[in-house]
C-alpha cells in the first residue's frame, strides 16, 4: 500500500485513489496522423520495467488527478506531482 | 498420571490448573502454558502424523518454528493447523492430530512408509499423467490434506482491523528490541513496538541471564512497566508484524486484543522508521531418522525447563555444531535431566563452552548418525565425523542445534539485502530498501550485550539522540562451524520436517536438472509448509551448495515473503462485510416503498430499488404484466432518481460536450434537451443519456445509473489532464434532484390534476422540452423524456421534497388509477420499445451503427472521442452483430444471453440474446438480439441454442411497439 503526495491534501494512502494507468503521449490530431499511428496511440501502453509516469484519481479525497512516476520494481514514487511537497 | 513436570520454576501458575482435550484424551496443564508444553508435560510423545510418510512425529520446537506437530481446535477456537507451540493453553480445549486416521498412535495412512522409496518428490508428476492430473487429484488432495477448515464463522466476538500511523514501528520485544523502543520512547517518538509471543522477553523468557547482576526477567519487567506509562509508545504482545510493504506500510495481526468481543485485530501500520529485532531462528541439524519423536531442537528444550518447567526427557544426548547448545546442556542439567553427552561435530570446542558443563561427556569430532527408537527415540547411534567405528548411547531425549538463522523475513519482505557470513553460516540484512534497520540476533549480534547494545545504537538514532548506557549482561560467545548435513547413516534425513523432503529428494531434483534453489524448492516442496521452512530452508540451500561444491552466497536464498506466520482470514477482512465496504444507496422513498410492499432489491451501483409491487396473491408475473398494463393504458409513476446526473457550468462546456458526444450538443437552444451517444477513443459505447441545456453556460447530463460513477471519472480525467484550461466545472447532482416520474397515455391528466404554473401543452412543452415552475405548489424542473415510450413528465424537485411530491402524485392520480411501477416493469417496456440498455445491448463490442444509431454519428464534427475508431473499425469486412427484434416461435421465452448458432447446430454463435420478455401489448414474448449482420435479416428465422433445446425465433425490426414514436411524444 503505497502513500502518495498530493498537492492539495498532502501524504495519503493509496486506498483513497483510483489508478489511472500510465500516461500515454498527448493525443494526436486524427485528421493528421496515419491511421496505423492513430491505432499505435490508441492501443500502446507504456509499460516499462523501473520508473512509469502514471495517473492517479484523488477520488475518496479532493478530486484531484495527479502524476506521478512510480519504479515499477519498487513501488518507490520517484518523482512527485508537482506542488506535491 | 505419571508427570515431567518440575515441581518449581518456569512462567506457569500451579494454582491454576487447566483441563483440556488431546485427541479425546483428557489432560491438565497449567495457566503459561502452550498446548505443546501441556502436552510434554503429561507424557504425550506422539502427537503427529507426517504429511507424505506419516511416520511418527512428536514436538520438536517452542514457538512459531515448530514444524511438525500441526493441531486443528474444535468447538469455539475451531481453527486448522495450528502449530501447538503457539496455541496458550486455556480451559476446556479441545485439540486433534492432523495428517492421521483414527489417532497419530494408530494411523492406517502409516502404510506410506513402506513405499516410501516409490514416492520420493515429484512422484506424482511422473505418475498421475495419463489421462490427465485432474482425474487423480481429488483423491491426491484428500489423503495429502492437512485440517480442515471450520465449516462455520465463529459464533461470538468479531475481527476488526485498525490503522496506525508511528515514528518508530519495533518488531520484536526481545533484548534489543525492548532496548530500542525504550531509548526511542524516552526520547518522545511516537512507538509501536509489537510482539509475537504472549509476553515480553524474546529469548530472555527461555533462557538464565542477567542484566545489570540481577535476573534478566526482572529488567524485561522494569522496562515494559516504563513503556506502559509512556503515552507515546504502544505496546502489542500476541502480535505478529506479519508482513513488510512497500512505503513502510506493516501488517500487525493482534490475536489477544483488549477487547472482550474482538476475536483478531489486524493493524495497517505506516511507519516513519522499522527496526526489526525479529531475533534468530535455530536450524536443525539432519542425520537419520532426525524426526523421530524425542528429537527436539536444543533451545526448544531449553525453553520447556525454563520457560514451563516440563523435562521434555529424562536422558538427554545433546548434538551440536556451535556453542549455544551447551548453555543448553547446562540448563538441561540444572534442571534434573542426566545429560549422557554433549556430541560436537566440531574438533576443538571452546574453553568457555567447555566449562559451562564439566561433568558432562563432551564427544568432540562427532556426529549422530541416525537416532533409534520406531515411535519414539530410544538412542542414538554415533561415529567420529570423518569416519570410524561407530557405537551406541541411550536416551530419551536428543537435544540438537545446528545453528542459528537470523530471522531477516521482514527485512527480506522489505527488499532489503542479504549477505552470507561465514563466521556466523548464515544470511544476514545487508543493504536496506526502506527506512529500517536491523538489530540484536536478527543483524548477527548474537550475545546479549550485543543486542542491547545494538537496540540502544537504533533507539537512539531514531530519535536523533546520543547513546543511552547500556545496562552489563554476560552472554557465552556465539561461534559455530557449519554441518549442514551428516554424511553417514542410512536412514531418512529430514531437511523440511513438515513437507516430508529428505537429503534425497534434493539430491533427485539436483540429478533431474533442478538446480537453482528456486527450483529445488518447488520440486521437492522443501520450504513450502505452514512453517514455510523456518528450521530446514538453510540446510536445503546448504545441501545444494554441498552437492554442487557452490559457496552459499552464490544460490542465495529462496524468497521470504508474507505472512511470516500464518494469519486468519478473518482478521485480513476484520469488519470489511458487503454491505459496510459498499453501503446501499437510498432514496427517499425507500420507506414507502416498503410500507407499500415493493420486492426491494440492488439494480445497479448499489441502489437499492423497488422491482415491483405485488399484490395480495399476485405471482410475479401477473405483478410486471399489471404495471406494464398501467402504464400503457392508464398511468403509472416511478422513482426515478438514481439516474446519474451532473451539472456542467462554464463558456468551454458546449465544446466539450461536443468531444464526448458523438453528436452535436453545442447548437442546442437554452429550454431543450438532446438524446446522445457517448464512446470512448477507442469507439465502443460506454453511455447514453440527454443533455439539457439550462441557459448558455449551465447544462444538465444524465448518464445511466449504473455508470454514473464510471463516467464522473472520465469527466474528470478529460478536464484535468487533456484540457486544463477549459473553461468547464462538472458536480455530481444526483442525489440533489430526485424525481418522480409519471407515465401513461393520462399522464397529462394526473399533472394537470396535480397542479402546477407550467405550461404542459405540446406545443408549449413538447418531447425533449424542459421547464422550471411548481408542480402541487412545490418547486419543480419538469422534463418530458420518456424510458417507457409513452407520454412521460419527470418531475425533478429536491429530496426533502419527493416523499410529499409522491404523496400528493398517488392523491391526484387515485381517480385516473395510477400505481407505482418497479424496475422489472420498466425493462419490459424499454424492451418493447427497443430502447438500449448498457450491460444488455451495449456489452462494450457494438459501436452505434451495429444500434442502428448511426444517425447519432456526426458527420460534420471533424473530431471527437469514437470517431476515427469507428471509421477504422467499419472499414474493414469483418461482420458486424447488429441489433434485431426477435420473436420467438412458438411462443415461449428464451433465456437473456442464450447463444444464436446456425441452424441451432453445434457451431460458433452467430449472436446471442440480450433480453425477452413477456409483452403486455402483443401479448406474447418478445426479445432483443445481437445478430450477426442483423440489420439485412428481418424475417429470417433464427434459433438459440441451448442446453437441452433449441428454440426458434423470427426476427424482426428492434422496436416492438410505436415505431413511429407518437406516443412519448404525444
Redesign the interface.
Known sequence: ???IPCPFCGSR?EAEF?F?GPVKPD?P???TVS?GE??AY??QVPNPLGPVQE?W?H?KGC???L?IWRDTR???IVEGPADAE | MPSNRMDTGGRIDRDRPLNFTFNGRRLQGFAGDTLASALLANRVRLTARSFKYHRPRGIIGAGVEEPSTLVELLGDDASGNRPATTVPLRDGLIAKSVNCWPSPGFDLGAINQLIGRFIPAGFYYKTFKWPGWHLYEPTIRKAAGLAAAPAAPPEQGHFENRFAHCDLLIAGAGPAGLMAASTAGRAGLRVMIADEATEAGGSLLNRRLTIGGTPALGWVKAVVDELATLPNVTHLQNATVWAYREHNYLMVNERAPDNPSLLERNWRVRAGQVICATGAIERMLVFGNNDRPGVMLASAAQTYVNRYGVRPGQRAVVFTNNNSAYAVAADLTAAGITVAAIIDSRTDVPEEARTLVEDVDVLAGHVVTGARGARQVRGVTIAPVDGGASRQITCDLLAHSGGWNPAVHLWSQSRGNLRYDDTLTSFLPDQAAQDATSVGATNGQMTLADALGSGARAGADAAGITMPDIPTSADLIYAVTPLWRVEQGRDKAFLDIQNDVTVDDVHLALREGYDNVEHVKRYTTGGMGIDQGKTGNINIIGTVAMQQGAPLEELGTTTFRSPYTPVSFGAIGGLREDSVVLPYRHTPLTAWNIKNGAFMYESGARWRRPGYFPQPGESFQETVNRECRIVRNGVGVYDGSPLGTFEFKGRDVGRFLDHIYTNIMSTLKPGHGRYGLMLSDDGLIIDDGVALRLSEHRWIVSTSTGHADAMNSHFEELLQTQFPDWNVFVTTVTSQWNNATICGPLARDVMQALGTDIDISPAALPFMGFADGHVAGIPARLVRVSFTGELSFEVNVAPRHLPALWDKIMTAGAPFGIAPIGSEANHVLRVEKGFLSLGHEVDGTVDPYDLGLGWAMSKKKTDYLGKHAVAIRRSGTTNRRELVGILPEPDQMIPEGAPLTPGGERKPTEGLVTACVYSTVHDRWVGLALLENGHSRHGETVRARLKDKVIAARVTPPIHYDAAGERLRS
Open positions: 500500500m503505497m502513500n494512502n483510483a489511472g493525443r490530431d486524427p485528421n491511421e492513430w491505432v490508441l492501443t495517473r484519481w477520488v478530486g484531484m488527478w502524476t519498487t513501488h518507490d
